[in-house]
């Protein structure tokens, strides 16, 4: 009975607490918008069709000098980017990096939408890693 009670007691204790840690992640999410992501399968049709989009690659120029996807751009990710160069506001912008879970596209992604009023970004899911994976086009310098 005495352990019963005990664990009754910690599951009260626990309950709140992950119900305001799963509240305040929603609502982080919500707040802090979610960057659409694209396959790579889609962006390889959408360059395959001559689609009107941007690919940009967020490696450190040395990186990108040494691999990238055909015809990618580079804007190396900054913990403050100073500019967004020559991007274009009025094409889609499809943004990628080596990380694992596109931490540094992510991160330019946000600094392009906050700083410099960019709208249309997505995100390539899994990166130049799962591009190259598959196969698909890339230029080495």
């Known amino acids: 009975m005495k352990n019963l ?3 009754i007691v ?3 204790l626990l309950i709140p607490g992950f119900l305001v840690v799963t509240l305040g992640v929603t609502i982080f999410s919500v707040w802090a918008g979610e960057i659409p992501r694209i396959t790579p399968e889609e962006l390889k049709k959408m360059i395959e069709s001559k689609a009107d989009i ?5 490696q450190p120029k040395g990186e990108y000098n040494k691999v990238h996807i055909l015809g990618a751009v580079n804007l190396p990710w900054a913990m403050e980017i100073e500019g967004p160069g020559d991007l274009p506001r009025d094409k889609l912008l499809i943004l990628y990096c080596g990380c694992a879970h596109e931490e540094d596209s992510s991160s330019v992604a946000n600094q392009l939408i906050e700083n410099f ?7 390539l899911r899994g990166g130049l890693s799962e591009w190259v994976k598959l196969g698909y086009p890339i230029e080495k310098k």
Request: avoid cysteine.
């Open 54 to 58: 941007v690919v940009v690659d967020n």
């Open 5 to 7: 009670v005990h664990r």
């Open 10 to 12: 910690i599951l009260l």
């Open 117 to 123: 009023g960019y709208e249309e970004i997505k995100l």
